[in-house]
């Protein structure tokens, strides 16, 4: 059973406009949570994180909200650019030492920025 | 810049053959991981291993085995290929944080074809 998920397969956005990716989870005691992006034949690449003790991080255009009661966290890409055209992989983990930080991750968001 | 490498990008193997894929990361990392992409469902984690010769099972490890013999390389074997373990195989390497709120780090991927 899916941990974290991503329930929008696909996203079409303009170019300049803001894309909004969301991701729900299901574990209460993830406390770490990523956002990864993927082009076509390559690996994911690590995007931007938040701490469960912070409702939202902000790197550039990209900004991670969280809302813990909800167990829902959002990406937004403000403004949306082509090059962003790609996968969103959303990520949580528990970062206890038994758990050994093992990333959850959902199912993917395909981003398509058009012009 | 943490470099992941795969020793191949694409496999095309026969069913019952038995696979080995190699993952090789270049920053004393202690955290290494092997996760398969398939569509509609994500990253699924197949093994780590926290340290040289230190193994876990992921989520999904059934058909797999590993090996960490050296601390910069990660294999994963299959014993005997199946055509459901068709897919895209991703290799992963992380610093071994306290608190485990470290992101990974992908490699390119492999992308193995059983028939």
């Known amino acids: 059973d899916q941990q974290v998920k991503q329930n929008s397969p696909s996203l079409s956005v303009q170019e300049g406009r803001i894309s909004i990716l969301n991701c729900d989870y299901t574990?209460?005691?993830?406390?770490?949570f990523l956002w990864y992006k993927k082009y076509p034949a390559e690996g994911p690449t690590f995007l931007i994180s938040i701490s469960s003790i912070k409702d939202k991080n902000e790197d550039g255009r990209f900004t991670v909200f969280l809302n813990k009661s909800a167990k829902h966290l959002s990406l937004h890409i403000v403004p949306s650019q082509p090059g962003d055209s790609a996968v969103y992989f959303c990520?949580?983990?528990?970062?206890?030492?038994?758990?050994?930080?093992?990333?959850?991750f959902g199912a993917g968001t395909q981003v398509v920025v058009t012009p | 810049d943490v470099k992941v490498t795969q020793s191949s990008r694409y496999l095309v193997k026969r069913t019952g053959e038995k696979v080995f894929l190699e993952c090789v990361q270049d920053m004393d990392h202690e955290n290494m991981f092997w996760y398969r992409q398939d569509p509609g469902l994500g990253l699924r984690l197949i093994y780590f291993?926290?340290?040289?010769?230190?193994?876990e099972k992921g989520d999904i490890p059934e058909g797999y085995s590993v090996s960490r013999e050296k601390k910069e390389r990660f294999s994963l074997i299959l014993e005997s290929a199946s055509t459901n373990q068709t897919s895209m195989y991703l290799c992963?390497?992380?610093?071994?944080?306290?608190?485990?709120?470290?992101?990974?780090?992908f490699g390119p991927g492999t992308r193995l074809l059983v028939l």
């Open positions: 992963a390497s992380r610093r071994q944080a306290r608190l485990g709120q470290e992101t990974q780090y």
């Open positions: 291993s926290y340290d040289v010769k230190m193994k």
């Open positions: 574990n209460s005691m993830f406390d770490y």
């Open positions: 990520a949580a983990s528990e970062t206890s030492t038994d758990s050994w930080g093992k990333f959850q």
